[in-house]
């Protein structure tokens, strides 16, 4: 058995004295691991980085195997993500949530917004509104899709300013304003304004809805919790926001 593709690092563990386990999100075979030999080594261990874009060769004897891994680099990113503190945390939530993702399952418009969310991440004013985006699509691809197109409570496409947090539907003003409290601020960008017009404000309260949503629909489950990379991501968009609206004393 063997296959080529493009696949993104998502990790890398040390095996053995010289290996690595390889977990990559490939274009055509979704998620997948595997083991390339001398991985640890300096030359490779740089190559292995969440975020590098890499042709992989996998091999097996047998389809349901480990297998094995022989890279080549197409796109590196990680070194220049790194240097950005802000940036390397959207980089860690993002490869840890890309985690989820069932292995082996084929996700090739799922793939085509990751690595468009990791091409976009030089620029701050803009990635943090996509990275809620994709994990919109994350939770659409797997089966759990927020239904933001009309109101839950009257079929109303218009006016539509919140999220309920039990049916992950919009709901318009009007219908929501007894309930405001309990329900989740919908920002614009998460239903078609363009994510270069999100403030940090609406990004934080994008990543309070889709974290909701994730948690409840694919972590909880299994006894799991979000991510503490996706955390500390939520978190620091959060300060950033709020700081963006203190004013200067």
């Known amino acids: 058995m063997e296959w ?37 080594s300096r030359r490779l261990r740089g190559l292995l980085q969440p975020g590098n874009s890499l042709a ?59 690595q468009l969310l990791l091409d976009t991440m030089e620029d701050e004013d803009i990635w943090p509104a996509i990275f809620v985006r994709w994990e919109q699509g994350l939770l659409q691809e797997l089966g759990f899709g927020l239904d933001l197109s009309r109101c839950a409570a009257t079929g109303s496409r218009d006016d539509l300013v919140y ?5 992950g539907g919009a709901v318009s003003r009007e219908a929501g304003e007894p309930y405001k409290d309990r329900l ?3 920002p614009g960008f998460m239903i078609g304004a363009q994510a270069g017009d999100a403030g940090l404000a609406d990004v934080a309260e ?6 909701h949503f994730l948690e409840r629909h694919l972590f909880a489950p299994h006894d799991r919790h979000l991510p503490d990379a996706r955390i500390r991501l939520a978190e620091r968009v ?6 963006e609206t203190t004013p200067n004393r």
């Open 4 to 40: 080529r593709d493009e696949g993104i690092v998502l990790s890398a563990r040390t095996y053995g004295e010289s290996g690595a386990i390889l977990e990559v999100f490939t274009r055509e075979h979704g998620r997948h691991l595997g083991l390339v030999r001398g991985g640890a």
């Open 56 to 114: 992989v060769h996998w091999r097996a004897r047998l389809a349901d195997h480990l297998g094995t891994f022989t890279v080549e680099p197409l796109k590196p990113r990680a070194a220049t993500l790194m240097e950005d503190p802000f940036a390397l945390t959207g980089l860690s939530a993002a490869s840890t949530m890309a985690g989820i993702i069932p292995e082996r399952e084929e996700h090739p418009a799922l793939f085509e917004a990751y």
């Open 163 to 167: 999220i309920s947090p039990k049916s």
């Open 184 to 186: 989740f601020r919908l």
């Open 206 to 211: 994008g990543l309070r809805v889709t974290g």
């Open 238 to 243: 959060a300060k950033r926001a709020e700081a």
